[in-house]
């Protein structure tokens, strides 16, 4: 048998290969089974195997939900669902990440081994609104005590801290510095 | 200070072989994927929407660089001509998803094409930082500046648990791709490179060929990057790629012992042929030139060839490819043209540099 790839020499390698359920064969000589073997680790390692795992994450436990299935997550920002995600790969906006968080754990430990929390560089100006909106949160929570203490006048102190705090925050973001 | 490095003229960071491992590791890359918190990503936002995060992200670059001692140029794409666009993207300074993008995208290029800026790509920004030889922090440091410039006048899209947004889950976190670009002909010629690029996916870590889509490794040209961006920090992602990249130089340092001391005069021949059809073709096909100038390089690493300058071979890799080749020929030409054009290329610029090859080969 003559090498299906160069056609010239004989062939002495059987390639089996498994894609989508599908199982090729190939008769390869040395020369071009070696050549494969190559190309093969070499491409087909990142795009495709994210659109795969993507893909194939939902379809089992969908169809075994069956009717009741219409509670697919959606993103309210840009309308992709989490079936439009997964088919993609890709997020349409910054909100699907809170829209579709429940999942996304897993997914993300799949991809980057095991992690699922950023260790990084954090933005200087996020650093900064967030502790604002931390402590607003917590005069939120004390405010609420004082109401149900009936300790109007401190609950009355702590909403005017929330006010201004929320002021530093629309003020804050959009020119940063 | 990191700066002064990148104030240097082009020319003589490429020719300024500092670091050991500057023969087998060509170059260094950092990416960095950002997206604006008010706009949506690329995947679903309007042309509308484009247009005004192409001109939100220009303005405050255009404007701020200065605070970097850098000036950069701003390239439109979709008003770009097609041949330009590819040639952009043979010199790796845009990719090709930029290139044939359907919404408004653009490039900012600083002035020794060393820092990008890409906008409107799969995400609003991918910052780029791009040093010869093997200088993962220092292209580091210069990127991370440079998005340091940018976060203080744009707002990001950031998580606190998930970090950068990015459209890609792959990049979600650091938004960081870091790679090193290796000429590893030892590790290929003995087959051995099939048992690394396995071992190596499994840390976290991808190695591919770069050059030629779909095809095996042109040129025996490898890139290792990272493939995890959530979880670990900037600095122990480019730690664990420098150590990865550090080794399997010092593999192919072996590997080309190994050849050079079991069959010197084969190796020998095959370079001096390789070099023999880089000055003497009159057809010369892609994958025949980048073959042979990955002999040749190996030849001058190996001290077989002297007198022949590495950056000529580095230019070359660049300008032989299709669009470099029309554009320099000012006219489109097809495949055949291109392979005369090729070996008219090599032969002027490797026999004007060293003008002896031709007489001895002929004596």
Same mark, same amino acid.
């Given at each position: 048998?003559?090498?299906?790839?160069?056609?010239?020499?004989?062939?002495?390698?059987?390639?089996?290969?498994?894609?989508?359920?599908?199982?090729?064969?190939?008769?390869?000589?040395?020369?071009?089974?070696?050549?494969?073997?190559?190309?093969?680790?070499?491409?087909?390692?990142?795009?495709?195997?994210?659109?795969?795992?993507?893909?194939?994450?939902?379809?089992?436990?969908?169809?075994?939900?069956?009717?009741?299935?219409?509670?697919?997550?959606?993103?309210?920002?840009?309308?992709?669902?989490?079936?439009?995600?997964?088919?993609?790969?890709?997020?349409?906006?910054?909100?699907?990440?809170?829209?579709?968080?429940?999942?996304?754990?897993?997914?993300?430990?799949?991809?980057?081994?095991?992690?699922?929390?950023?260790?990084?560089?954090?933005?200087?100006?996020?650093?900064?609104?967030?502790?604002?909106?931390?402590?607003?949160?917590?005069?939120?929570?004390?405010?609420?005590?004082?109401?149900?203490?009936?300790?109007?006048?401190?609950?009355?102190?702590?909403?005017?801290?929330?006010?201004?705090?929320?002021?530093?925050?629309?003020?804050?973001?959009?020119?940063?510095? | 200070?990191?700066?002064?490095?990148?104030?240097?003229?082009?020319?003589?960071?490429?020719?300024?072989?500092?670091?050991?491992?500057?023969?087998?590791?060509?170059?260094?890359?950092?990416?960095?994927?950002?997206?604006?918190?008010?706009?949506?990503?690329?995947?679903?936002?309007?042309?509308?929407?484009?247009?005004?995060?192409?001109?939100?992200?220009?303005?405050?670059?255009?404007?701020?660089?200065?605070?970097?001692?850098?000036?950069?140029?701003?390239?439109?794409?979709? +008003?770009?001509?097609? %041949?330009?666009?590819? !040639?952009?993207? =043979?010199? @790796? *300074?845009?990719?090709?998803? #930029?290139?044939? /993008?359907?919404?408004?995208?653009?490039?900012?290029?600083? +002035?020794?094409?060393? %820092?990008?800026?890409? !906008?409107?790509? =799969?995400? @609003? *920004?991918?910052?780029?930082? #791009?040093?010869? /030889?093997?200088?993962?922090?220092?292209?580091?440091?210069?990127?991370?500046?440079?998005?340091?410039?940018?976060?203080?006048?744009?707002?990001?899209?950031?998580?606190?648990?998930?970090?950068?947004?990015?459209?890609?889950?792959?990049?979600?976190?650091?938004?960081?791709?870091?790679?090193?670009?290796?000429?590893?002909?030892?590790?290929?010629?003995?087959?051995?490179?099939?048992?690394?690029?396995?071992?190596?996916?499994?840390?976290?870590?991808?190695?591919?060929?770069?050059?030629?889509?779909?095809?095996?490794?042109?040129?025996?040209?490898?890139?290792?990057?990272?493939?995890?961006?959530?979880?670990?920090?900037?600095?122990?992602?480019?730690?664990?790629?420098?150590?990865?990249?550090?080794?399997?130089?010092?593999?192919?340092?072996?590997?080309?012992?190994?050849?050079?001391?079991?069959?010197?005069?084969?190796?020998?021949?095959?370079?001096?042929?390789?070099?023999?059809?880089?000055?003497?073709?009159?057809?010369?096909?892609?994958?025949?030139?980048?073959?042979?100038?990955?002999?040749?390089?190996?030849?001058?690493?190996?001290?077989?060839?002297?007198?022949?300058?590495?950056?000529?071979?580095?230019?070359?890799?660049?300008?032989?490819?299709?669009?470099?080749?029309?554009?320099?020929?000012?006219?489109?030409?097809?495949?055949?043209?291109?392979?005369?054009?090729?070996?008219?290329?090599?032969?002027?610029?490797?026999?004007?540099?060293?003008?002896?090859?031709?007489?001895?080969?002929?004596?």
């Amino acid at each position: 048998m003559i090498c299906d790839q160069c056609g010239e020499r004989p062939a002495s390698v059987i390639v089996k290969q498994k894609m989508q359920g599908q199982m090729t064969e190939r008769h390869l000589c040395h020369v071009c089974a070696a050549e494969n073997h190559n190309l093969n680790f070499v491409f087909e390692q990142d795009p495709m195997a994210i659109h795969q795992l993507l893909s194939n994450w939902f379809p089992k436990q969908q169809t075994s939900v069956s009717p009741v299935k219409k509670e697919v997550a959606v993103c309210p920002s840009c309308g992709f669902t989490f079936t439009k995600f997964l088919e993609l790969g890709k997020f349409g906006c910054a909100t699907c990440y809170e829209a579709f968080e429940p999942q996304l754990e897993n997914i993300f430990k799949r991809l980057h081994n095991s992690n699922f929390e950023h260790a990084g560089k954090i933005p200087a100006s996020y650093g900064s609104t967030l502790k604002i909106r931390k402590e607003i949160e917590e005069l939120r929570k004390l405010m609420h005590v004082s109401i149900q203490n009936e300790n109007f006048e401190e609950a009355a102190k702590f909403r005017d801290e929330i006010k201004e705090l929320n002021l530093q925050l629309e003020g804050g973001v959009p020119d940063g510095n | 200070m990191a700066i002064e490095r990148f104030l240097q003229p082009r020319a003589s960071s490429w020719m300024a072989n500092d670091g050991e491992n500057v023969d087998i590791a060509m170059s260094t890359r950092i990416r960095l994927a950002r997206n604006l918190s008010d706009f949506k990503f690329p995947y679903s936002f309007s042309e509308d929407e484009a247009l005004k995060v192409d001109k939100e992200v220009s303005s405050v670059l255009l404007d701020k660089a200065h605070e970097l001692n850098h000036s950069f140029t701003h390239i439109n794409i979709q +008003e770009t001509p097609k %041949l330009q666009r590819e !040639v952009l993207v =043979e010199k @790796h *300074l845009i990719s090709p998803y #930029l290139a044939n /993008g359907t919404h408004s995208g653009s490039v900012l290029l600083s +002035e020794n094409e060393e %820092l990008s800026v890409m !906008v409107n790509e =799969e995400d @609003h *920004l991918r910052i780029q930082s #791009l040093q010869s /030889g093997f200088h993962l922090q220092e292209a580091y440091q210069a990127a991370n500046q440079l998005d340091s410039l940018l976060e203080k006048n744009l707002s990001y899209a950031f998580h606190e648990k998930f970090g950068y947004l990015t459209s890609c889950p792959t990049n979600t976190g650091t938004g960081m791709r870091a790679s090193v670009m290796l000429h590893l002909p030892a590790l290929t010629m003995s087959h051995q490179i099939t048992r690394i690029i396995p071992a190596i996916s499994r840390l976290g870590m991808v190695v591919r060929g770069i050059y030629g889509e779909g095809s095996e490794a042109l040129g025996n040209v490898y890139q290792i990057s990272n493939q995890m961006t959530l979880g670990k920090s900037e600095y122990d992602i480019l730690q664990d790629l420098q150590n990865m990249t550090e080794q399997i130089i010092h593999q192919e340092r072996l590997a080309r012992e190994a050849i050079l001391n079991n069959s010197p005069l084969a190796l020998e021949d095959r370079i001096y042929r390789s070099l023999g059809t880089l000055t003497h073709s009159r057809l010369l096909s892609t994958e025949e030139a980048a073959t042979c100038l990955s002999d040749v390089r190996l030849g001058i690493d190996l001290k077989m060839i002297k007198d022949m300058d590495m950056s000529i071979l580095n230019e070359l890799m660049i300008f032989m490819q299709p669009a470099f080749l029309q554009q320099y020929a000012g006219k489109p030409l097809q495949p055949k043209e291109r392979d005369v054009a090729r070996a008219k290329l090599f032969r002027e610029r490797l026999n004007k540099e060293n003008a002896t090859y031709e007489g001895e080969e002929f004596a």
